[in-house]
C-alpha cells in the first residue's frame, strides 16, 4: 500500500512539473506518468503481503537492479536494506532470501515440508532430466525413494568405517588417485536397485552425477580453505600439531581417533562457518502457498537461506571475520556441525531437517582426518617470497571457492 502512494505521489509530482514547463501540454500527456508506473505498483508486491523488497518492473521484475550476481555477500546487503527476509522478482519468479536463524529455524525445520521442494530451472531439467536425480528434485516420493537407496552406500557410519582404511591408505600416498575398488561396492547397492526396478539406469547416471557435483567439489573447496587459513595463521597450525602430537605421539590418525582431538574439529567447523563450501544452501522451495515471518509467501517460490550470513553476522559472533577456531573451544564450545538434533541454527554449513547433506557424516571425519594428517606430519608455509596465500573468494549462487589457487611448500616434520 506504502509503495502504491509513493508512486502514485511520484507521479502526480511529474505531472506537476510538466504542467509548470508545459503548459499547454493535453491531460493524457500529463497523466501519462501515473499510468507508466501504476502497473509497477500493481505488479510488486500488491494484493498479498509479500515481504518487502525492492520495486520491481513488469516482465523484468528486479533483474535490472540485482544483475546476476546473488552471491551471500549482495544478499547480505540487500539484508540490511529490506529485512530480514525479502523478495526478488526475477523475472517471472519469485525468490526470498533468508538471513536470521529463527526464519532459518522455520524454513529447514518447523516447515521443513512445505518448504522441502527445490525450484525447477531451465538448466537443472537439462541436466537432472527433469528432476530424475535428489539433490535437485521436488519433495515427494521419488526424493524418498532416492534418499533411501543412497543411504545405504554412501550416507552411514558404515560407510566411513568401510571406507576407512582406504582414506588412511590414500592420505599414506598423499591423496594420490586410487584403483576404485571400493567405490565400486557402494555401486553395486545402486546397481541392485536398478536391476530389482526400483530405479532406472537414468536415475543411475544422475546418482553419480549427484555425487560427484556434490560430494567431491565442496569436500575439495573445504580443505584448499583450511589448508590456505592454516598457512595464513601459523600459531593455529602449531597449536594444532601440538595437540596431534601430545593426543597421539606416534599413533596414526584415524577416524576413530578424532574424538580425542577437539582443537581439530574446531578448526574443520572454523573453516566451514566462516567460508561455508554451499553458503546459499541449495534453494529450497515451498510447492504450495506458505507463511513465513508473517509473510505471505506465494506458491513455487525459491526460498534461499544465507546461511554463510547465519555463521558471519557479528551480532550473533564476536569477531565472525577472523579465523579463530578458539571460539568453537571458548565462547560457542557448544555448537557442532549437525543437521538434526539440537542445533544451532546460526551455524548450518550442511543444512538442517529433510533436505540437509546426507553426505556430512563422511564429509567431516575426512575433512579432519586430511588436514589432521597433514599438519602432523608436514609443516605448511608460504614459498619462498610470498607472504600470506591469497584468500579472496569467488562467491556464486552455489559455491564460495577460492580465487586463485595457491602453492604451498610442505617442510615434513621430524618425528
Ligand atoms: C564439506 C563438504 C560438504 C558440504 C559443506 C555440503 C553441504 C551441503 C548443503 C548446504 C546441502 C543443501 C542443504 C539444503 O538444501 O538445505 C547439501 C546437500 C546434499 N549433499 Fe552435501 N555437502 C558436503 C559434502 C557432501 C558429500 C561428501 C556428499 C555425498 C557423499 C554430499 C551429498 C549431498 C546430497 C545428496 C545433497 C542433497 C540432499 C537433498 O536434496 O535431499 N554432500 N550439501
Redesign the pocket.
Known amino acids: 500500500m506504502a509503495k502504491l502512494a509513493v508512486i502514485t505521489l511520484v507521479a502526480v509530482a511529474s505531472a506537476y512539473a510538466a504542467k509548470s514547463f508545459f503548459p499547454d501540454l493535453s491531460p493524457f500527456f500529463l497523466s501519462l506518468p501515473l499510468l507508466l508506473l501504476l502497473p509497477f505498483a500493481l505488479f510488486s508486491g500488491s494484493g498479498s503481503d509479500t515481504p518487502p523488497g525492492p520495486v520491481s518492473f513488469p516482465i523484468v521484475g528486479n533483474w535490472l537492479q540485482v544483475g546476476n550476481d546473488l552471491n551471500h555477500r549482495n544478499l547480505v546487503d540487500m539484508a540490511k536494506k529490506y529485512g530480514n527476509v525479502f523478495l526478488l522478482r526475477l523475472g517471472a519468479r519469485n525468490l526470498v532470501v533468508v538471513s536470521d536463524p529463527k526464519l532459518a529455524t522455520e524454513v ?1 525445520h518447523t516447515q521443513g515440508v512445505e518448504f522441502g521442494s ?1 525450484p525447477r530451472n531451465v538448466v537443472w531439467d537439462i541436466f537432472t532430466d527433469n528432476g530424475k536425480d ?2 535437485f528434485t521436488e519433495y515427494g516420493d521419488h ?1 524418498r525413494k532416492m ?1 533411501r537407496i ?1 543411504t545405504l552406500p ?2 552411514t557410519n558404515k560407510v566411513v568405517q568401510q571406507y576407512r582404511e582406504m582414506w588412511e591408505e590414500e592420505m599414506e600416498i598423499l591423496m594420490a588417485a586410487r584403483d576404485g575398488k571400493r567405490l565400486r561396492c557402494a555401486m553395486d547397492y545402486i546397481l541392485e536397485a536398478e536391476m530389482n526396478g526400483e530405479i532406472t539406469s537414468d536415475n543411475v547416471i544422475y546418482i553419480v552425477e ?2 560427484n557435483v ?2 567431491i567439489e ?2 575439495l573447496w ?1 580443505m584448499e580453505w583450511a589448508i590456505a587459513e592454516l598457512v595464513n595463521h601459523p600459531n593455529v597450525q602449531q597449536r594444532l600439531r601440538k595437540e596431534l602430537w601430545d593426543v597421539l605421539g606416534d599413533e596414526p590418525l584415524t577416524e576413530t581417533n578424532l574424538q580425542r582431538l577437539p582443537y581439530l574439529q574446531a578448526v574443520a567447523k572454523e573453516t ?1 562457518r566462516l567460508h ?3 553458503p546459499l ?2 534453494p ?1 522451495m515451498n510447492l504450495e502457498e506458505a507463511k513465513l515471518g508473517g509473510y505471505d509467501i506465494p506458491k513455487r517460490t525459491k526460498v534461499i ?1 544465507n ?1 554463510w550470513w547465519l555463521g558471519n553476522n557479528p551480532e550473533w559472533w564476536h569477531k565472525p571475520e577472523e579465523f579463530r577456531p578458539e571460539r568453537f573451544l571458548d565462547e560457542e564450545k557448544e555448537v557442532e556441525a549437525l543437521v538434526g538434533g539440537k542445533v544451532d541454527f546460526r551455524f548450518l ?12 557424516i ?2 567431516l571425519p ?2 579432519s582426518l586430511i588436514v589432521g594428517k597433514l599438519v602432523k606430519d608436514f609443516e605448511m608455509v608460504t614459498p619462498p617470497g610470498v607472504d600470506k596465500i591469497d584468500v579472496t573468494e569467488k562467491g556464486g549462487q552455489f559455491s564460495l571457492q577460492i580465487v586463485n589457487h595457491s602453492t604451498i611448500a610442505f617442510h615434513p616434520i621430524a618425528p
Open positions: 529447514l527445490r535428489m539433490v526424493w534418499r543412497m554412501f550416507f549427484n555425487i556434490a560430494a565442496t569436500t573445504s566451514l561455508s563450501p554451499i544452501l541449495v529450497h537461506v546461511a554449513p550442511f543444512g538442517v531437517g529433510r533436505r540437509s547433506c546426507p553426505g556430512i563422511v564429509a575426512l575433512l
